[in-house]
């Protein structure tokens, strides 16, 4: 259950020294640090601190690792303009350009999301009517992701915003965006990662011809059971009429429900196939987080990661298992956290070590399109101290941070055709 912080004690900024965890009561952009509650840890910081003319400066005791310096008088206080002022400039330049690079990666997943999305939707809905048509619209975005994916240097993972509608769009790019970010890591040449997305967007596409009642039942008797698996069957038909998919693609839509110790379907064979290996992962993941059912619960990330790797290993390549677990992380994307300056944040991307993403950070004074996104891996001092339940926050927190029952998410790269 999430407490609120300790109360904040209000200091002069003449009793400001090294070890204080500090609180600036300002606007984000109104000061040139990285996030308002921090412990002050050099005398860089102290002269920054000292040119803000704070009328209202607050310490947290128990967080602190020294205690207030004596007041000064006004008149003996240190001078603001004994601090040189083109290092606050600077500091605030720099923390506006990396908020600035934050936000425009995140609004190219955006945007690249609300394409592809669009052309998925459109090819898996028709793919039972005009296959070659669908099938060329996604061998088109599979072959553009891949050379995405190939070129660019940096692929970063994004929680996305709020996305409304229906459709196997979501599910669809939630299992190829990670299978893709695997396959990197895994250094696939870019044919095998065009096949890895094709694959993945068309993975569940035999579900059109299963009934909605089906796909959505919390449990089947054992003819809907039959009916249900047979989606994996009729995907591959589809597949098949659309005249595009090469034989690893197909491979992939045939076997992402088989596992690696023989336990899974239509074949009940282990599972030798590295795509679809990666594709019957992330698939798994996602639909934990994700249900096809709304009367099952949906697990929040963390949840999900836990369950897989304690009680199912033995389904899946533990290489991939492992190498799931480092991409997204300790927290993954979309997991409440609280941090150990009291503060709560929802992480919104992995950083490059797993106990320490991009979390946005939560401040019920500001709009949340407005809000920090802190890179945990630029500051020493803050940490996570655990994971929280949506349901034990209380509602206008809740309804901030909104955390989605469907996760979406996509991805950036540092290339221009982002």
């Known amino acids: 259950m ?10 002069d900024s003449s009793q400001l020294t090294v070890g ?20 002050i840890t050099s ?9 803000l003319g704070l009328q209202h400066l607050y310490y947290f005791p128990n967080k602190s690792t020294a205690s207030p310096a004596p007041l000064v008088e006004a008149a003996s206080a240190p001078e603001a303009s004994h601090v040189p002022v083109e290092l606050k400039a600077d500091l605030k330049e720099i923390k506006e350009q990396k908020l600035r690079a934050q936000k425009d990666a995140a609004a190219r997943a955006e945007r690249g999301w609300e394409r592809a999305a669009k052309q998925t939707r459109e090819a898996l809905v028709g793919l039972h009517r005009n296959p070659k048509q669908a099938g060329t619209i996604l061998a088109t975005l599979s072959r553009d992701t891949a050379n995405r994916i190939s070129a660019g240097g940096e692929v970063l993972l994004h929680l996305l915003g709020d996305r409304n509608g229906e459709g196997p769009q979501f599910h669809a790019l939630n299992v190829m965006t990670l299978s893709m970010i695997l396959g ?5 040449s870019e044919t095998e990662l065009a096949d890895l ?6 993975h569940d596409a035999g579900q059109a011809r299963v009934p909605s009642h089906l796909l959505k039942a919390k449990s089947r008797a054992k003819h809907e059971e039959d009916f249900y698996r047979a989606h994996v069957q009729y995907g591959v038909e589809m597949a098949r ?24 379907f ?6 030798t196939n590295v795509l679809a290996r990666i594709v019957g992962l992330v698939d798994r993941y996602d639909r934990y987080c994700g249900p096809e059912s709304p009367e099952k619960p949906a697990l929040m990330p963390a949840e999900a990661l836990s369950l897989m790797f304690a009680r199912e290993s033995a389904k899946f390549d533990q ?15 979309g997991t409440i956290v609280q941090l150990n300056d009291g503060s709560l944040g929802l992480v919104v991307s992995p950083g490059r070590e797993s106990l320490r993403p991009k979390i946005l950070i939560y401040d019920a004074d500001i709009d949340k399109d407005a809000a920090a996104v802190i890179d945990m891996a630029e500051s020493s001092d803050l940490k996570i101290e655990e994971s929280l339940r949506p349901a034990s926050l209380p509602p206008d927190v809740l309804q901030w941070l909104n955390p989605r029952q469907r996760l979406s998410y996509f991805f950036s790269t540092d290339s221009a055709a982002d």
């Not at 999430?2 to 200091?11: F, G, Q, T």
């Not at 990197?184 to 696939?188: D, G, Q, S």
């Not at 009429?241 to 336990?263: C, R």
């Not at 290489?319 to 994307?333: A, F, N, Q, R």
Request: avoid cysteine; proline fraction near 9%.
């Open 241 to 264: 009429e659309a005249g595009v998919f090469s034989p690893a693609a197909l491979a992939v839509i045939q076997n992402h429900h088989e596992f690696v110790d023989g336990s899974g």
């Open 43 to 51: 005398e860089t910081q102290l002269a920054e601190l000292r040119t």
């Open 184 to 188: 990197k890591a895994l250094k696939l």
């Open 20 to 39: 204080l965890y500090v609180w600036i009561d300002l606007g984000w952009n109104e000061h040139p640090f990285l996030y308002n509650k921090f412990r």
């Open 319 to 333: 290489k991939l298992m492992s190498l799931l677990i480092k991409i997204l992380g300790v927290y993954p994307p």
């Open 266 to 271: 239509p074949s009940g064979k282990p599972n």
């Open 197 to 202: 997305a094709l694959g993945s967007l068309a």
């Open 2 to 11: 999430w407490a609120k912080p300790e109360k904040p004690v209000p200091i």
